[in-house]
């Protein structure tokens, strides 16, 4: 019903800044949370940070005040724009979509953190 795809990552410098995007196309509800998520090797996938269509946000302890997340409702988009990124910050990023019955991940996009 919905397909997420994201763009936007690839090579920074520690201390710099990527901005990650995704579009969702299909059908969307009207109701539905859209965020980032991430999983380093031998961990959970975890939440980077999600938004409500009315603005709400949350993001993780360990990006608090690093990434700003922000939503257009009318083109259906997200996007991350991560700052003071660190090499742990090295990881596949996924877009998410909640709706009330299902949830929809996007293919992933690297991000990595390198001199």
């Known amino acids: 019903q919905v397909q997420l795809v994201e763009s936007g990552g690839g090579l920074v410098q520690p201390g710099g800044s990527l901005r990650l995007s995704c579009a969702a196309s299909g059908i969307i509800s009207s109701l539905n949370t859209m965020g980032w998520y991430r999983q380093a090797p031998g961990k959970q996938r975890e939440l980077v940070g999600k938004?409500?269509?009315?603005?709400?946000?949350n993001y993780a302890d360990s990006v608090q005040g690093r990434f700003t997340i922000s939503r257009d409702n009318a083109r259906n988009t997200v996007s991350l724009q991560m700052n003071s990124l660190k090499p742990e910050d090295t990881v596949v990023y996924y877009c998410?979509?909640?709706?009330?019955?299902?949830?929809?991940w996007g293919q992933g996009t690297q991000v990595t953190v390198s001199s």
């Open positions: 938004i409500t269509r009315a603005g709400s946000t």
């Open positions: 998410n979509l909640e709706s009330i019955l299902r949830t929809y």
